[in-house]
C-alpha cells in the first residue's frame, strides 16, 4: 500500500519562509511525478507544484517566484521551499505522486500538514 508521509508546516509569518517535505513508499516503483497540492479556507484543493522524476518543475501562478519545488529520486521523497510568505498561501498542505498503473495513472495523496501565515 503506497504512503505519503509529510512533514513540515507550522505558524510563520507573513515574509517568512517555511519547508515541507513528503517520502513515498510502498511501491515497487517510483512516482512518475510528485507534487503539492493547496486547500485554502472555503476553497478546493489545488495543486499548486509539481516535479516530474525527470526533474520538470511547473506553477501556479500565485507561487511562481517564491516557491522551490525539488526531489530526491533515490529516496522518493519531494520538497517544497516557501519564501516570502503571504496570509493568503494559508491553508492544508498535501503532498501528491502519480504511479504508473497497470491501465491508467494512480494519483495518491497525503494526509496534509496545515501551514498558517499570520502574525
Known amino acids: 500500500q503506497v504512503q505519503l508521509v509529510e512533514s513540515g508546516g507550522g505558524l510563520v509569518q507573513p515574509g517568512g519562509s517555511l519547508s515541507l517535505s513528503c517520502a513515498a513508499s510502498g511501491s515497487n516503483a517510483g512516482p512518475k511525478i510528485m507534487g503539492w497540492g493547496r486547500q485554502s479556507p472555503g476553497a478546493q484543493r489545488e495543486l499548486i507544484a509539481t516535479?516530474?522524476?525527470?526533474?520538470?518543475?511547473n506553477y501556479v501562478d500565485s507561487v511562481k517566484g517564491r516557491f522551490t519545488i525539488s526531489t530526491d529520486v533515490a529516496k522518493n521523497t519531494v520538497y517544497l521551499q516557501m519564501n516570502s510568505l503571504k496570509t493568503e498561501d494559508t491553508g492544508v498542505y498535501s503532498c501528491?505522486?502519480?504511479?504508473?498503473?497497470?491501465?491508467?495513472?494512480?494519483?495518491?495523496w497525503g494526509q496534509g500538514t496545515q501551514v498558517t501565515v499570520s502574525s
Open positions: 501528491y505522486a502519480q504511479f504508473e498503473g497497470a491501465y491508467w495513472p494512480v494519483n495518491k
Open positions: 516535479i516530474t522524476s525527470g526533474g520538470i518543475t
